[in-house]
């Protein structure tokens, strides 16, 4: 059965860094690409990042290029979100995601129980 | 601003046939896959739709998804009340090189 289990969320302050981490059970995690998909509150879905699971290739939301980083360790089963000079607009909850596949990234059969990043002074 | 562009609202009866319409670019929609998400409130979303118009195992035939040039549809049919949710539909971006969203349709069974 394929789980996913995401930790790391929290209360941080404007400009402050988190880390996202994304457990992964129940499948090949290295044959699948990975992904973080966002909602803030009372909203819509927001995709953030995504990277390859055979090349380790990544991509980004613009919203969060440059400030967030996605990385997966594949021997741990392992995803992870490092989120840097965080902003009051990140606070949402954040669902790691697996998708079908290694290549098309908008299809995602499986997603977390989603992790809450708040983002407040 | 979503990328992708879906009605915020929908409604319909016991037993009706309801359309979410979804519309794009050819950057997104025009060349790519759309895929399509419910929502049950409180709950991670659920493909309900992929590669356009294919349903996971699991999902009923009530569900249907159609795309021409750069929009795309899901169609429910035979409205049950279990079926009020949000509804998401989702594309490669090839311009962005990302995933873009629509704004999500909430759909309520009167």
């Known amino acids: 059965e394929v789980q996913l289990l995401e930790s790391g969320g929290g209360l941080v302050q404007p400009g402050g860094s988190l880390r996202l981490s994304c457990a992964a059970f129940?499948?090949?995690?290295?044959?699948?690409?990975m992904s973080w998909v966002r909602q803030a509150p009372g909203k819509g879905l927001e995709w953030v990042s995504a990277i390859i699971g055979s090349s380790g290739r990544t991509y980004y939301a613009d919203s969060v290029k440059g400030r967030f980083t996605i990385s997966r360790d594949n021997s741990k089963n392992t995803l992870h979100l490092q989120m840097n000079s965080l902003r009051a607009d990140d606070t949402a909850v954040y669902y790691c995601?697996?998708?079908?596949?290694?290549?098309?990234?908008?299809?995602?059969?499986?997603w977390g129980q989603g992790t809450l990043v708040t983002v407040s002074s | 601003q979503s990328v992708l562009t879906q009605p915020p609202s929908a409604s319909g009866t016991p037993g009706q046939r309801v359309t979410i319409s979804c519309s794009g670019s050819?950057?997104?929609?025009?060349?790519?896959?759309v895929y399509w998400y419910q929502q049950l409130p409180g709950t991670a979303p659920k493909l309900l739709i992929y590669t356009n118009n294919q349903r996971p195992s699991g999902v009923p035939d009530r569900f249907s998804g159609s795309k021409s040039g750069t929009s795309a549809s899901l169609a429910i049919s035979g409205l049950r009340s279990e079926d009020e949710a949000d509804y998401y539909c989702a594309a490669w971006d090839g311009s962005l090189s990302g995933v873009v969203f629509g704004g999500g349709t909430k759909l309520t069974v009167l």
């Open positions: 050819s950057s997104n929609i025009g060349s790519n896959y």
């Open positions: 995601a697996k998708v079908y596949g290694d290549y098309h990234l908008g299809e995602v059969d499986y």
């Open positions: 129940g499948f090949t995690f290295s044959s699948y690409a």
